[in-house]
């Protein structure tokens, strides 16, 4: 990363405080993504990562919550803000696309009326001046005929629309983080496409960083600067995305790349390692992983590697630790070929 991060995340901890117990849910979660970087977060379902999101914009669910470590927009810390003041920074200065757009939108207002309110909430603009903006935001997520458009309700868009007017909500405010959490898993395969390029344009021309979360590899493999590569709560690999798809460092990882699909194919579940992702009240010793792993040893059940650096990326594996690597075959876990 050549910018000064916008948004750092250190030693990130999520848990869940019930009666019975205190479930971990995010251990120690470091990221940083800078202006106009898309980062991609990726894992299986429960890996943490819409957590992950959760917790950066301030909507973690009750009992969730954030028991350590601190997140900073900008070099200001936002976790320990009072709720008025991050509802501001909502909106302001974060941005958010869901997986279902009506999440996003209130269904008895025109969309119009939805923008331009967002707009004069955080912007000094008159009324006349936030409309202009709402349809030149409308047009430039491709929406026809934006004008009118305006006056119409979410219900009379298509699901493919309706996530367009929500990216151009997210941007009413020229926000300068989005969090996108599976924002095209909804849509249709053709439509898919058209709104991944959409976010990625967007951004680059606005500056605005991007998280993008999301369990597809492809559409991670189509728009993201970087990836980091989540598991039981924890981060096992982080790297630029072109080193991580093509020469992942971490077994996990070259799991989930076991076969990139199309963007809009839907793949939940590993199809090259057998088992499940851990239940949060029994996450194993050590690297959480190691039930999982065919390259697990003895070392791997009872410590917790670290991220430690891994060709051009960071992986969290014994594999890549030079004073374990006696413990190990010099082979690549990920690759097969040299570490
Ligand atoms: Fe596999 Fe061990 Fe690496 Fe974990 S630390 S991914 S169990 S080799």
Known sequence: MSAPPLLQVRNLQVQFVTRRAVLTAID??????????????????GAGKSITGAAIIGLLEPPGRIS???????GRR?????????????????????????????????????ITETIQTHLNLTPAQARTRAIDLLKSTGIPGAQARLDHYPHQF?????????????????????????????LDVSIQAQIIALIRRLCREHGTAVMLVTHDMGVIAETADRVAVMYAGRLVEVGPVA??????Q????????????????????????????????AIP???????????????CERRRPELMPAQQAQAACWLHDANSASHFPAHDAATGGQV
């Open 250 to 281: 971490h077994p996990y990882t070259h799991g989930l790349m076991g076969s990139i699909p199309r963007v809009g194919a839907q793949r939940d579940r590993l199809e090259q390692i057998d088992g499940a992702m851990p239940r949060l009240n």
């Open 285 to 299: 010793t050590g690297c959480a992983f190691h039930p999982r792993c065919p390259r697990a040893t003895s070392l």
């Open 68 to 74: 350590g470590g601190e997140i900073l927009l900008d």
């Open 28 to 45: 120690d979660v470091s990221l940083e993504i800078a202006p106009g970087e898309v980062l991609g977060v990726v894992g299986e379902s």
């Open 78 to 114: 936002i976790d320990n803000l009072p709720a008025s003041q991050m509802r501001q920074v909502r909106g302001r200065e974060i941005g958010a696309i869901f997986q279902d757009p009506l999440t996003s939108l209130n269904p008895l207002y025109t969309v119009g009326r939805q």
């Open 158 to 186: 298509s699901g493919g629309m309706r996530q367009r007017v929500v990216i151009a909500l997210a941007l009413a405010a020229e926000p300068r983080l989005i969090i996108a959490d599976e924002p095209t898993t909804a």
């Open 243 to 248: 080193q991580v798809i093509h020469h992942p």
